[in-house]
C-alpha cells in the first residue's frame, strides 16, 4: 500500500536550472494536488488537477508548470528555479475532496 | 483576513490534559472540515474530518464544528508526548472549489511528561 509516492525526496539547483518533481499515487483517486509549505506561511496550492486531462492554477502558480500525465501521475515542473522556490514540496490525492487528502512524504528543494 | 486562522502556538500542556486547538474560517459556504497533523520533517496525516454542526468524537479525539460562528476545534484527551506535533485545520468550500483545500498555519502542541 505505497500510497502516494514522491521523488526525489531532496534536491539542491543551481539559480536558473529547471528540474521536475514527480508524483504517483496507487489508489485509483480523481483529484491531484501541488503544495508547498513555507515556515510561517502554511501550506499553499500551486497547482491542482481535478481529474485526468484538467489542471488549473492554485494560490501561487507563479514559476511553475504542471502535467497529469495520466490517472496516476502529476508533475510538478520548475523551468527556472529561483531561490524564492526554496520550500517542502508536497503532492496530494483524493477520491472526493470531501474526504480530505492523503500526502505524499514530500520533497525538500533548495536553490543556491 | 486570511481564510483559515490557527493561533501558531506554541500550546504546551502536561501529559493527561486535555489540549484544545481551535480554528476560525472566514468564508460562510465552507463545507467540509478537516484536523492533519503533522511531525517534524514529516508529511501531514488526516485525523479527523468533520462535515456537520456539532462534535465528532474518534478515540481521544474530539472535532466541533460551529458554522454560525464559523469555528472548529480539536480536543485532544488524555494528551501524550507522542501527540506533540503541529496540527493542521484545513477547510474545503465546495461548490467550484470542491477538493481543494485551504489550510491554517498549523498549531504546535508540546506535551510534557
Known amino acids: 500500500n505505497a500510497g502516494v509516492t514522491q521523488t526525489p525526496k531532496f534536491q539542491v539547483l543551481k539559480t536558473g536550472q529547471s528540474m521536475t518533481l514527480q508524483c504517483a499515487q496507487d489508489?485509483?483517486?480523481?483529484?491531484m494536488y501541488w503544495y508547498r509549505q513555507d515556515p510561517g506561511m502554511g501550506l499553499r496550492l500551486i497547482y491542482y488537477?481535478?481529474?485526468?486531462?484538467?489542471?488549473d492554477k492554485g494560490e501561487v502558480p507563479n514559476g511553475y508548470n504542471v502535467s497529469r500525465l495520466n490517472k496516476r501521475e502529476f508533475s510538478l515542473r520548475l523551468e527556472s528555479a529561483a531561490p524564492s522556490q526554496t520550500s517542502v514540496y508536497f503532492c496530494?490525492?483524493?477520491?472526493?475532496?470531501?474526504?480530505?487528502?492523503?500526502f505524499g512524504s514530500g520533497t525538500r528543494l533548495t536553490v543556491v | 483576513q486570511k481564510e483559515v486562522e490557527q493561533n501558531s502556538g506554541p500550546l504546551s500542556v502536561p501529559e493527561g490534559a486535555i489540549a484544545s486547538l481551535n480554528c476560525t474560517y472566514s468564508?460562510?459556504?465552507?463545507?467540509?472540515f478537516f484536523w492533519y497533523r503533522q511531525y517534524s520533517g514529516k508529511s501531514p496525516e488526516l485525523i479527523m474530518s468533520?462535515?456537520?454542526?456539532g462534535d465528532k468524537e474518534d478515540g481521544r479525539f474530539t472535532a466541533q464544528l460551529n458554522k454560525a460562528s464559523q469555528y472548529v476545534s480539536l480536543l485532544i484527551r488524555d494528551s501524550q508526548p507522542s501527540d506533540s506535533a503541529t496540527y493542521l485545520c484545513?477547510?474545503?468550500?465546495?461548490?467550484?472549489?470542491?477538493?481543494?483545500?485551504?489550510f491554517g498555519q498549523g498549531t504546535i502542541l508540546t506535551v510534557h511528561p
Open positions: 468533520i462535515y456537520s454542526n
Open positions: 488537477s481535478a481529474s485526468e486531462g484538467t489542471t
Open positions: 468564508d460562510r459556504v465552507s463545507q467540509s
Open positions: 496530494a490525492s483524493s477520491d472526493r475532496g470531501r474526504d480530505g487528502y492523503t
Open positions: 484545513a477547510v474545503n468550500k465546495g461548490g467550484t472549489s470542491y477538493g481543494k483545500l485551504t
Open positions: 489508489m485509483n483517486h480523481n483529484s
